[in-house]
């Protein structure tokens, strides 16, 4: 039987009275990635806002590892130790260097071991081919080498799931590869992953399960096999033309 990370059940969340999100329902199997796919405005970013608490939500509820969370939750701290998340912008302190900025998070909030915590963020920098640059400032790093910074920002908190929201967005095409190709190297690794993204062969090559939202609503969900193959509705049909897939 899977075995469950994250269930959203009737969720509803509005910006006064304008609805954004309608009656979402989803479930996230661990070591799985989910896809979510959508035309600009449909609510992508939203929900995966909800997901880690920087949205609030009107009604319905998240049930995230043993935690029920419903409208007007406020201990999300020891949650997002769990979740990690990574932004189109790459939020990173420009006064610190590449590696003070990776151990922020590990030593101040998790108050982990420094020699512990340096070891693990340097094998990720190694990961991701940027261990020469700890010592360096974000100001000396191209856009790329920013986003794969903080990928292995969020990662050394050792969270169970990342929620990526459009993170090759701000990109130059060139370095677009880079980041996509640590992303691939985690859906292997299999973290359970939760991905906005416009990148459709990207998507077609790590999604397990793709849920297509349109005005807020989740108009299909299935396997990433069947979606790119065989969409269900016709709107997503045409959404994928719209993308020359």
């Not at 799931?161 to 292997?188: C, I, K, N």
């Not at 993204?197 to 090559?205: K, L, P, R, S």
Request: glycine content about 6%; aromatic content about 8%.
């Amino acid at each position: 039987m899977p075995d469950k990370l994250l269930t959203v059940s009737h969720l509803n969340k509005s910006y006064g009275k304008k609805p954004v999100l309608h009656d979402i329902n989803l479930e996230v199997e661990k070591a799985s990635v989910t896809v979510l796919l959508g035309p600009s405005g449909s609510g992508k970013s939203t929900l995966i806002r909800c997901l880690n608490g920087l949205e609030d939500f009107q009604s319905g509820q998240i049930d995230f590892m043993d935690q029920t969370i419903k409208p007007g939750f406020k201990k999300w701290q020891p949650i997002r130790q769990h979740i990690g998340m990574v932004f189109q912008s790459y939020d990173l302190f420009p006064n610190r260097t590449v590696l003070d900025n990776i151990l922020l998070g590990p030593l101040k909030v998790q108050k982990r071991d420094k020699h512990e915590a340096t070891e693990q963020a340097m094998q990720l920098l190694k990961e991701v081919q940027l261990a020469d640059y700890a010592n360096v400032y974000p100001r000396q790093l191209s856009g790329g080498q920013k986003q794969r910074i903080a990928i292995v920002r969020a990662l050394a908190l050792k969270p169970e799931f990342m929620l990526f929201d459009e993170v090759t967005a701000s990109l130059d095409p060139e370095m677009v590869r880079g980041v996509l190709e640590v992303m691939l190297q985690l859906a292997h690794q299999k973290m359970t992953m939760l991905v906005v993204t416009h990148e459709m062969n990207f998507a077609q090559q790590i999604a397990d399960q793709v849920l297509f939202l349109e005005a807020g609503k989740i108009v299909e969900a299935s396997s990433g096999q069947t979606f790119f193959t065989q969409p269900k509705t016709e709107r997503a049909q045409e959404f994928l033309n719209s993308m020359a897939f």
